[in-house]
């Protein structure tokens, strides 16, 4: 079974400009979450996706923002791009996202702001 | 705000002996807890889950809850150099104990020598 596909897995922007992630969660998981992790604030969670409607979101300002499609894939955005927005983005899926059913972290999209 | 702290470590431990990380949690709400390990440059995987008072144990690993203490540890046994990772403590970040929504330590590095 394919794990959890993330792409790019390296982008290189510059201030000011936006951003679309993808993520294809493994087949038959209908959870998908978004996470940051970056050295100084560690992991940090974004939003999930559930069967196409946003069931969880984080503290994040408005600038990120998500979606999942009919088929669980799912993309994040990330408009205004700011230097500190520089971060490893992770995305996992899950089948239900319950707590007995483990999250499958895919290998992440590595995200530099100049 | 629920929060979860760790200790950063670095924690070193030689090979063969227990390596004890340790983890609290400001809610007292919290029902399930999560311990991820992540290799240099991988992704969390999850090793343990517990939602009840008392030891769960896996293999060399078992997970300790104290709810009365609001802590949590992680005890491995035998430790191996193929142990040495970053270990990470999470708590749902609402009650149901859904893992789509984690909270995150910082984690702990623990280090195993030869």
């Known amino acids: 079974k394919a794990g959890v596909t993330q792409t790019p897995r390296y982008l290189i922007k510059t201030r000011g400009q936006q951003v679309t992630l993808s993520c294809s969660p493994i087949s038959g998981h209908r959870s998908v979450s978004w996470y940051q992790q970056t050295p100084g604030q560690g992991l940090q969670f974004l939003f999930e996706y559930f069967s196409e409607t946003q069931r969880n979101k984080g503290n994040f300002p408005g600038r990120f923002s998500g979606r999942q499609f009919s088929n669980s894939r799912s993309e994040m955005n990330v408009s205004t791009l700011e230097l500190g927005d520089s971060a490893l983005y992770l995305c996992?899926?899950?089948?239900?996202?319950?707590?007995?059913?483990?999250?499958?972290f895919g290998n992440g999209t590595r995200l530099t702001v100049t | 705000q629920k929060e979860v702290e760790q200790n950063s470590g670095p924690l070193s431990v030689p090979e063969g002996a227990i390596a004890s990380l340790n983890c609290t949690y400001s809610d007292r709400g919290s029902q399930s807890f999560f311990w991820y390990r992540q290799y240099s440059g991988k992704s969390p995987e999850l090793i343990m889950f517990i939602y009840s008072n008392g030891d769960k144990e896996d293999g060399r690993f078992t997970a300790q809850l104290n709810k009365a203490s609001q802590y949590v540890s992680l005890l491995i046994r035998d430790s191996q150099p193929s142990d040495s990772a970053t270990y990470l403590c999470a708590i749902p970040g609402n009650y149901g104990g859904s893992q789509g929504n984690l909270i995150f330590g910082k984690g702990t590095k623990l280090s195993v020598k030869p």
């Open positions: 996992a899926s899950s089948p239900e996202g319950l707590y007995n059913s483990p999250l499958h």
